[in-house]
Structure formats: C-alpha cells, structure tokens
C-alpha cells in the first residue's frame, strides 16, 4: 500500500516497465518530477507517451511502481484524473462542437457543476486567447487553435498537475512561441506543475525549469536544467606557439588538478572556480600563446546526445 501522506515528488516512479507484444516501451525507468515545469524528452518511440498513459491510470506497469501526487493510478484513476490536466498529441476533436461546449463538457467529467463548469469552460478559453473565438466550431479553427482549445480543457477545472503531450505539433513558429509563453504562464503565474513531453530540445530549454530524458525506455539523465548542463561548466581553450610550449602549458594546467580534453584544435577544461586564474598563469609560465580563452556553454542538445551515446550498446 503507498503512502497517501504528503508526496515526496509530483511523480515518483521506480522500476517501471511496460511491454507491448514483443516490444517493450518502458524498460525498468526510475524517476521524480518536481514542482514546476518538466520537461519529458526523447525520440520517437522512447517511450514518452506510453509514460504518460501510465501516469493517468489508462494501463498499469508490468513492473515497478508509480505515484502520482501520492497515488497509484492503477489503483486510484479516477482520484489521480480528476486532478490532472491532459492534452493528448492527436487532433481529433469533434468538428461540429463549439470550443466552449468542448470544453465545458471535460470539465463536467471532472466533476464540475454544469454552471461552474460553463464559467470555467470560458474563463480558460479567454486564457488561451481564444475568448472570441469560443463560440466556433472546432472544425472551423486552424491546428493553431485547436491546440489552445486542447490547452484549456486541461486547465478548465483547475487541475493540481498538467500532462501536455507534444503540445507544439502541426504549429507554425509564430503559434508555437504563443504555445510555449502560453504553457510557461500557466507553470508560474497559475502555480500548475506540468509534465510537458517533447522531442525538441529547444523548446524544453525555454519553457522548463527540470528535464527527463528517455532513451530506448530508460531514464538516461533527469534534474534541473543547470543540473544536466553541469558537465559543461569550465573553459574552452585554443593555444597557438610552438608545440612544445603548447604540451608544456597542457601538462601545467593539468598539474594543477584540472580536467584537459582535447576536441580537436580546442582543450576542454575543467576545475575549481578559480580555473580562469589558474589556465592563465600555467598558459603565461610555458610561453605559449591564448588564441581564445572562455566559458564553456553547453545546451540541452549536447546533454542529450551525450546521455543517449552513454547507454548506448
């Protein structure tokens, strides 16, 4: 029986594998998700959608186990769907509603008065900037639109945690960088946690503030942004000179207790927060000359590469 006290995490899953047929889709992941926004990263096929599912209560693990705000969702489906917010990747929305009847009625199935949840339905359409467009058929609205329809009818019942399901898909760049300011709005000024599943690396690094990273089931990599792009911290350093000065400088910095790389013409250097000081020093001591000294920035894309190369066979 899981604990029904406060939960360590939003999400807390251990071991959990899921096969279908002679595939399988989650392959023993362990994870957390905290407050805030996360992202779920990972190719097709990772198994992103599948987690997903499994997190609503829509199919139970093989092995392991999950909580969901404190709840098994094999077990309490129903307790955990009613506080969580789902917009599925699929578009297939029924042309000949209205948005706002589309709407009132999953709030309605959450539990809301057909009042309430009338009030809500245009409340969170008006959110989404679709307030005069709210009486229009779905049919009748671009792909644009009804992604902020599928935005709102999670958001219309006032859910605790949010699962958006490649919520920029079919987008043009102007509508999703509506999306993305849209759905990072909703993870800070409206206090929604959001798992947001996504195969892009750009739009993780905008809008979250943690990642989990799926490769072929696993669970590759997770924590904050910083966290993951913490293999990155140090300098990138380029020498110029003779060459034995140059082997001098690399053999002084690295007497130092410092990390040297060498990526091609460049040193990848890492150490102590003093490395500037320290590279300088050991460079000016041999005779050799700085070509480019300076911070080491690494994206979520060189995380991502790197993770999936490690667990690679």
């Known amino acids: ?45 990772a198994g992103k959608t599948t987690l997903l599912g499994m997190l609503l209560g829509l199919h139970p693990p093989d092995e392991g186990r999950i909580e969901v705000l404190g709840l098994d ?12 917010g789902y917009a599925p990747e ?7 509603v209205r948005a706002i009847d589309f709407v009132r009625h999953v709030a309605e199935i959450h539990g809301l008065s057909h009042r309430e949840a009338t009030g809500r339905a245009s409340d969170a359409l008006w959110q989404v900037g679709l307030g005069e467009e709210r009486f229009r058929a779905l049919g009748t609205m671009s792909t644009g639109q009804r992604q902020r329809v599928k935005l709102a009818q999670a958001i219309a019942h006032d859910p605790v945690l949010m699962l958006l399901d490649e919520p ?17 709005r909703i993870g800070t000024e409206f206090g929604i946690d959001v798992l947001l599943s996504s195969h ?24 904050t942004l910083d966290q993951l792009r913490g293999a990155g911290e140090g300098l990138v350093l380029e020498l110029v000179g003779d060459p034995a000065r140059i082997e001098a400088a690399v053999t002084a910095i690295r007497a130092t ?21 320290v590279v300088r020093d050991a460079v ?4 050799a000359g700085i070509r480019r000294m300076q911070p080491r920035t690494v994206s979520l894309e060189d995380v991502f590469l790197g993770v999936g190369q490690a667990v690679a066979p």
């Not at 490769?215 to 924590?223: D, F, R």
């Not at 207790?257 to 000081?277: C, H, K, N, T």
């Not at 000016?284 to 005779?287: F, Q």
Request: hydrophobic content about 40%; aromatic content about 2%; charged content about 25%.
């Open 257 to 277: 207790g410092a990390e040297v790389r060498v990526d091609g013409r460049r040193y990848l250097i890492s150490g102590d927060d003093d490395l500037f000081e």
């Open 73 to 84: 969702p094999a077990e309490a489906g129903p307790d955990v769907r009613a506080r969580i």
């Open 200 to 223: 892009l690396l750009e739009e993780v690094e905008r809008v979250c503030d943690s990642a989990v990273i799926l490769h072929e089931g696993k669970v590759a990599a997770a924590g």
């Open 1 to 45: 029986m899981l604990d029904q006290s406060e939960p360590r995490a939003v999400v807390h899953a251990v071991g959990v594998v899921k096969r279908w047929g002679t595939t399988t889709a989650l392959d023993g992941a362990t994870l957390d998700v905290g407050r805030g926004v996360t992202g779920l990263l990972g190719a097709n096929g």
């Open 284 to 287: 000016a001591d041999s005779g």
């Open 168 to 184: 920029t898909d079919g987008l043009d760049p102007v509508q999703r960088d509506t999306m993305l300011t849209l759905i990072r």
């Open 90 to 96: 699929h578009h297939l929305l029924p042309p000949d």
